[in-house]
């Protein structure tokens, strides 16, 4: 196996925690819902947007924090959730071009 394949089968090990989090509709109704209010949400506006329990929204944003799509901002008394998810699709964006490369040539 060359080096480059090697790298291949890395980077797609470390892209399966970000794409088990875009498995679930609800981390990806939160995604759109953050995207579409740049300055942020706290769990209350969230759950009410989603029809989940603010537990349930609690839960989703932590696993959606620990990956790296989202950030939480104090103001006041309240967490607020704001969309960062740069460096989650860099990280698939490369696995992809890579992907790609590696198929250049091959036909359909």
């Known amino acids: 196996m060359s080096q480059q ?3 291949i089968l890395q980077q797609f090990k470390d892209c399966i925690p970000l794409l088990e989090v875009l498995t679930d509709v609800n981390r ?22 989603i029809n989940l329990s603010r537990p349930a ?4 944003l932590k696993v959606l924090k620990q990956s790296g799509f989202i950030k939480s901002e104090k103001k006041g008394v309240e967490n607020y959730y704001v ?6 699709l860099e990280q698939l ?3 992809i071009t890579a992907v790609e490369d590696e198929c250049d040539g091959l036909s359909d």
């Open 5 to 7: 394949t090697e790298d």
């Open 28 to 49: 990806q109704a939160m995604i759109m819902l953050l995207a579409q209010n740049k300055s942020g949400l706290n769990v209350n506006t969230i759950a009410g947007h």
């Open 83 to 88: 969309l960062t998810v740069r460096k989650p």
């Open 57 to 60: 929204v609690s839960h989703h």
């Open 93 to 95: 964006k490369s696995l």
